[in-house]
């Protein structure tokens, strides 16, 4: 939970920056190890790449975690008194970002959209390493995205409106890295940043990412159930 005051509003704002930078420092220069040593990572099995990829998760997991200890223990003394509570009156909110996320991919099928470059990696992923991508996209990729989009962004920016605004846009935009830029863009924005603003609203009304981190949990893992009831009975 942020505490913020007066004196510590820059601390914050450097914990935020922090977290980000090392969201994307990770992200970016993954591969950077295998780089300098020489090694062409397309030509490594492929369970040592997906064991790598998870240490990476896991280390930037743990950097976040000590970078916001306390505020992570606070919110987790707050999310066992008050789990109830929050999950009765924010799954309303959820629920709609779902609808609003179903009706945009709709949109995108009947004008002749086809699915985002990610949504095609993680289902393609899925059909390859189904376990992995369950661990990383159900457990771990929650965990990253909620404390750098919504934690992390709180962190630097006070006003409500453009932490909800910045942070769902960023969140949806890095989702659509790949995806041809065409009419349908704002349609594939939509889908992609709807469940982002619902989880920003619950991180500015609770003050608590675990609210947001529990929906981005279930969103996530709704997802994957119906993928492989998919690959099960197709």
């Not at 995108?108 to 470059?117: A, D, E, K, P």
Request: net charge positive; charged share 15%.
């Amino acid at each position: 939970m942020i505490t913020r005051t007066k004196e510590n509003d820059f601390k914050y704002c450097l914990k935020g920056v922090t977290v980000i930078f090392i969201y994307f420092l990770f992200s970016i220069g993954q591969e950077f190890p295998f780089i300098l040593l020489h090694i062409n990572v397309a030509d490594l099995p492929s369970h040592i790449v997906i064991m790598y990829s998870l240490a990476v998760e896991l280390l930037m997991i743990s950097l976040i975690f000590c970078i916001f200890d306390k505020d992570f223990k606070n919110a987790w003394k707050d999310i066992k008194q008050n789990h109830l509570k929050y999950f009765n009156k924010y799954l309303k909110y959820y629920i709609i970002s779902v609808i609003v996320m179903m009706a945009a991919n709709m949109l995108i099928n009947v004008l002749g959209g086809g699915m985002s470059t990610n949504e095609t990696t993680i289902r393609n992923e899925f059909n390859i390493f189904p376990l992995y991508t369950f661990i990383s996209a159900v457990i771990l990729a929650p965990i990253l995205e909620e404390s750098v989009f919504r934690l992390a962004f709180r962190s630097i920016i006070k006003n409500d409106f453009l932490f909800i605004t910045i942070s769902s846009l960023i969140f949806g935009g890095l989702h659509l890295i790949g995806t041809p830029i065409n009419e349908l863009l704002p349609l594939y924005l939509l889908s992609y940043c709807s469940c982002g603003i619902a989880f920003a609203y619950m991180l500015k009304k609770t003050n608590n990412i675990f609210v947001s981190m529990f929906f981005h949990f279930m969103h996530n893992g709704l997802i994957l159930s119906l993928q492989t009831f998919i690959l099960i009975f197709s």
